[in-house]
């Protein structure tokens, strides 16, 4: 017994820091309900820092130390992995939950840690005058409320009047991001709006389509994560609602979502933020050094699947903006301070993408200062149930920024007299 | 040896009716006092307050409270969460509705609010008992989390449901919002558990305690030597949810600062809690810090151990987790089905006689 607590005394304490490295914390969940699309997207986060320690040494000479800390999708959790890796030089958090999200905005803002929640999180983040250490380029959710809105009006030929759109949300705050946008446009194009909440993890919802096979909106859009997605993808294919007609945030858009439902889910539609699939030239690198080398996270059998693409984007933003980082104040080992500047000043054109072997990836942006958010650019992809493969069906487009600008605008400054924050001066 | 009551002589009545008969617990417990206040806050770190210590501390005061219901009444309940819930939505209110009173009161106002829920859904405890009580509080807890995802009155209408705390201050030292430090946070939990533990295990040795140890014992048997059911099993309600509720007013505002009602106050809440007093003991102040400990440091120092000093990957650390937790829990109940709580005191029996035993 003494032996035994002499050796856990001692695991406890051996857990102590290496210093000397870029610290990247990857607070990622592989349980739970939502671990189905929580596996992906950290086995592309860890791989694409382990290709750069293989390939290149890192980021500027700099070996990346990838710190993983589970969290189950549990706030909880979260602020323990926040409080437990945060000491240790954590340059920039990205915990993939917009209620862990909530919890990290104002405890990193005082801490001075910089927080990039890409395409989730709070929306009004965008506004960077008061979010100082918050990013969420380069997308929202209220941008992709807009993209889903747009797409049903291409599909309609501009007037969507009459029409009834039913909103299938996970009820949380991340479900309940996109109300407001959506009631802004239904004010503005003059279609019905339902809300069908779903409660947490999402598995009972024979309510909701009930509902929807009562009412027969003409259009169903999803803000689901996890099991919710698959379970509601087989009940709208259970009760023969048109496929193409259902669609999805970039979250709800994974193959894991789509692939149960078999055939049932042919021509179902999500939103997207970056490319699909495994023909970019990064893939080579990371089959013969990641991969092949055995050192993949993982199973590693998540590669080229949408969300292990969007951990790899993820961390390519982040290891880009390290890179402008370590430019910008010319040392190598960057502090978080410093990798805030870097996110503010980072630049992604095709060109870049391009030398990084990813053309194409994602769209073309650029941080700056007061706008934190990115141009909000998204496509619409498509299942093909046949070929089990997601297609784009459109190009990266543009979102309707005099809603959601004023929205994001009225929300921040909300924030910004409840935490007397006086917004910075941005030129 | 050391540890009896021969030669500590009673020379009054108050000191005859005193917590802690035996000098040695005396001076222990003064000890665990006076290390808490005293010692504890120059060694803390952020990490150790805000993953281990705090939530161990609220976590001891909803426990405390599902205890004195559960524990000492026998009326089962699984409303926690939505207890918790209840505090945790009336210090908001308060403290956004009346941003210049002190978030001492506005604590304790909020253990009343959440009392007085209790109280309302206390009412069918006499008319039922058993599963079929535990299915009425279930109702509570589902009703309750429900109600706040739904009514915009509760979250001030903001776009997304939660729920944060602005900051506020005890003698000058923040101690919700980010810039809390962690020893504040810690004191001001502690002053809740210190004070709120004094009050119930006075309570449970008086009159009032025992009419509910009466009730719990035998309801019919109980009525018949006069105490009066009503009186007891709402009284044991209403104090059980008030503890409660000042648990999830400390969680909400000291602990998380930001919460979302789904996640935070769900039915593993209730589950957790009910957990806790099982493992530490029913009918046992002391058992409620022992479960709450057992629930909170456990699986907190499963991860560090695992993860940190052997290396393992997250997922699979997460997965022993529950198994590890698990086989304690069923070690525990089979060796000691009646807690941690009974293993103390057969401990201190076996050091009564130390070290001469026959």
Redesign the interface.
Known sequence: MKKLLTMATVAVLGASPVLADLVFPSLSYRTGPYAANGIPFADGYADYFTLLNERDGGIGGQPVRLIECETGYNTEKGVECYESTKGEGSLVYQPLSTGITYQLIPKASADGIPVHSMGYGRTSAANGKVFEWIFNYPANYWNGASHAINHILDVNGGDVSGKKVALVYHNSAYGKEPIRTLEELSAKHGYDLTLLPVDHPGQEQKSQWLQIRREKPDYVIMWGWGVMNQVAIQEAANIRFPMENFIGIWWSASENDVLPAGDGADGYKALAMNNTGSSFPIYEDLNKYVVDAGKAAGAGDQLGTVLYNRGLYAAMLAAEAAKKAQEIHGVGDITPAQMRDGMEALEITAASMEALGLPDFGPEFAVSCANHGGPGLGAVQQWDASAEKWELISEFGPSDADVINKLIEEDSAAYAAENNITPRDCN | MFYREAGDFKTSYVADNQTFPIAFDRYRYYVVLAVAIGVVPFML???FA??VLI?FLIWSIIAIGLNILTGYCGQVSLGTGGFMAVGAYASYKLMTAFPDLNIFFVILASGGVTAGVGLLFGLPSLRIKGFYLAVATLAAQFFLVWLF?RVGWFYNYS????I?A??RSVFGFNVT???AAPEAKYLFCLAFVILLGIVARNLTRGKLGRSWMAIRDMDIAAEIIGVDPLKAKLSAFAISSFFVGVGGALFFAVY???V?V???F?INKSFLALFMIIIGGLGSIFGSFAGAAFIVLMP??L???M????GW???I???FEFVILGGLIIFFLIVEPHGLAALWRLAKEKLRLWPFPH
Do not use: I, M, R, W
Request: glycine share 18%; charged share 15%; proline share 8%.
């Open positions: 770190n952020e990490y805000s993953a939530p995802n776009a997304s449901g939660q944060n602005p900051e919002g980010a810039l998380l600062g930001a979302e789904g996640e935070a769900g907190v120092l991860k560090n151990v993860v940190g000093g052997l990957p997250t997922d650390a997460a997965h």
